[in-house]
């Protein structure tokens, strides 16, 4: 009789699995914050810029680690937008949507971008290059419609001019 392959993990982990060696530098991550759940925003925060993402995987193995169930973990990661349980891409693309962006464009480049890249607000492209976002004011209202790519602000950016921009981005 074939032995079951069943599995407990999630469809992430089977497809996304984080080796020995890799989950070794989140055990030196903890081991900085001497293993204190008091520290599990810090200890999630370095592993993020570790992994780029908090996936199952990862926030259990830290769970292991400081000695709190996992569930707690997923209810912090989920409860702060600057943690992510799927990856992103290499550049974040987040287009203003307040309001001088939005009366000044701010959808319509959206559209442009959803379709030439074809991926939908919260998506990335399968080549992980660009990851797509729709954010509040980001303080550049003089340029608007503002559009950030990584750590860089474009202001006045039309539907025609935003896959020139993001030409640029290798
Ligand atoms: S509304 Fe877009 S920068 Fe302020």
């Known amino acids: 009789m074939t032995e079951c392959k069943c599995s407990q993990e999630s469809n992430i982990e ?3 699995p984080f080796s020995s060696e890799q ?3 989140i055990d030196v991550i903890v081991a900085k914050y001497e293993a204190k759940p008091n520290y599990l925003i810090p200890i999630l ?3 993020q810029e570790m992994f780029g993402y908090l996936p199952a995987q990862l926030q259990r193995h830290i769970a292991l680690g400081i000695n709190v169930p996992a569930s707690q ?3 912090v990661v989920t409860f702060y937008a600057f943690f992510n349980t799927v ?3 290499k550049y974040l693309i987040k287009v203003c949507t307040g309001t001088a962006c939005y009366v000044k464009g701010a959808m319509e480049i959206i559209t442009k971008i959803e379709s030439e890249l074809g991926i939908k607000i919260g998506e990335t492209t399968e080549d ?3 990851t797509l976002e729709a954010v509040r004011c980001v303080g550049a209202c003089g340029l608007a419609p503002a559009v950030l790519v990584g750590e860089d602000t474009h202001g006045i950016v039309t539907p025609g ?3 020139d921009i993001l030409r640029r981005y290798e």
């Open 87 to 89: 990856p992103r891409g």
């Open 128 to 130: 992980k290059k660009f």
């Open 161 to 163: 001019k935003i896959m």
């Open 14 to 16: 089977v497809f996304s």
């Open 45 to 47: 925060k370095e592993t």
């Open 23 to 25: 989950l070794a530098q």
């Open 73 to 75: 973990i997923f209810g």
